[in-house]
């Protein structure tokens, strides 16, 4: 059935025919019914984000599961991301601790780096008795970036102390050096906070990673074109890049930009006031997690009826 998974990855992707999601689920289906364990990852990724069926995290784990319990990797991972990660609020990140540990011990430096991610979510594994979490974490990230694993670096800078200014610079730095999007993102934050030729390089720096589809890089975009330097401010474009990050994921970088794009329309800043318009995108970030979305969301909502309860 592996050209059933072929055939599915094309209507999904575009790539010979025209985009058709539906038809790329029900291939993705059947190859994951008659066994094909990449099947049903890839199922499970259309249930999960809501691609070619409903979004159904419960039925996302169910598939990813079954891809997993056939010894496919990326089924594992993807498993474990979905119980400790999910935007909605973690189901089990003991199972998840359990899928990712099992992998790094034997050498997988992303299910090391996800173990990390782990242990600062606030999960304490017995085997780590009274370590600091936040510690323990950043050490085992710092080894990864040090072995090349590029996305350590970007947490390993995060969790070592503010005072370090040096040291994260350095982390981001290698990050991005070794190919790790946000991370560059990261240097151009720097970057754009020290002003001047630094700040132009961090505007070119945005652009290039948003138009790798980083939310969190259209996100500065927007940011600098609505409450930057007056003279640089165009709040319309600002609007158009907001706009990009919110629909690209489900991430936090994407969900916020969704909370600027509501606040615009609540606003009529950059475009025309537009309180449903507003709500939509703040519906958004709430339903995937964001408390800023439900608090916004709560702010403009309608006013009930003569006589009704609000």
Not at 109 to 137: D, F, I, M, N, W
Request: net charge positive; with cysteine.
């Amino acid at each position: 059935m592996r050209s059933c998974v072929t055939l599915a990855e094309m209507a999904r992707d575009g790539l010979g025919t025209s985009q058709d999601l539906p038809v790329a689920f029900v291939l993705f289906q059947r190859a994951c019914l008659a066994g094909t364990p990449s099947g049903c990852n890839r199922l499970g990724a259309l249930h999960g984000e809501g691609l070619g069926t409903a979004r159904n995290l419960a039925k996302a784990r169910i598939y990813f599961r079954r891809s997993c319990a056939a010894g496919n990797r990326t089924g594992c991972l993807s498993l474990g991301k979905l119980l400790c990660f999910a935007p909605e609020g973690a189901v089990s990140c003991q199972e998840a601790w359990s899928l990712f540990d099992s992998r790094c011990q034997k050498g997988d430096r992303e299910s090391c780096h996800l173990s990390a991610l782990v242990l600062l979510q606030g999960y304490r594994p017995k085997k780590l008795g009274a370590r600091p979490l936040k510690a323990t974490a950043h050490a085992l990230e710092l080894r990864q970036c040090q072995a090349g694993f590029a996305p350590s670096c970007l947490v390993a800078a995060q969790t070592v102390s503010s005072a370090h200014k040096s040291l994260i610079a350095k982390l981001y730095g290698r990050g991005c050096t070794l190919g790790h999007r946000p991370a560059c993102v990261q240097v151009a934050h720097d970057q754009y906070d020290a002003g001047g030729a630094a700040r132009v390089q961090a505007l070119i720096q945005y652009r290039t990673q948003c138009d790798h589809e980083l939310p969190e890089a259209c996100t500065a975009l927007g940011l600098h074109l609505t409450m930057g330097p007056l003279k640089e401010r165009n709040p319309h474009s600002g609007a158009a890049f907001f706009a990009r990050a919110c629909l690209m994921d489900r991430t936090l970088p994407a969900l916020t930009g969704c909370l600027h794009l509501g606040r615009l329309f609540t606003q009529g800043i950059g475009v025309p006031k537009n309180l449903p318009k507003a709500r939509t995108f703040f519906e958004r970030a709430c339903r995937s997690g964001l408390a800023d979305g439900c608090t916004q969301l709560k702010e403009i909502q309608p006013p009930a009826p003569n006589g009704s309860k609000p």
